[in-house]
């Protein structure tokens, strides 16, 4: 039996990979040149460092939300200060 999978994120990849492991014909379709959808990462040719493509307006939220938090539990609790 063939399967097709659209998305070679996380779950694509995955269930792919399990789906040929059983014995399937699998064949993966993705807009992007790459796997790893989001997750996806590169590395520099310049510094050559590994860069999170996709990754930093994920995190910029909760960074937002966890300093907001850390302020509000340093006036609930000034010991933390010390």
């Not at 994920?58 to 300093?67: D, L, V």
Request: aromatic letters at 10%.
């Amino acid at each position: 039996m063939k399967i097709a999978i659209v998305g070679a994120g996380f779950s694509g990849a995955v269930i792919g990979r399990e789906l040929a492991d059983a014995g399937f014909t699998v064949e993966i379709f993705d807009q992007r040149e790459h796997i790893g959808g989001n997750c996806y990462t590169a590395r520099d040719a310049e510094t050559n460092v590994m860069v999170h493509t996709y990754g930093p307006h994920i995190f910029t939220p909760i960074i937002k939300w966890y300093g907001t938090m850390l302020i509000v539990l340093v006036h609930l609790n000034p010991i933390l200060i010390e």
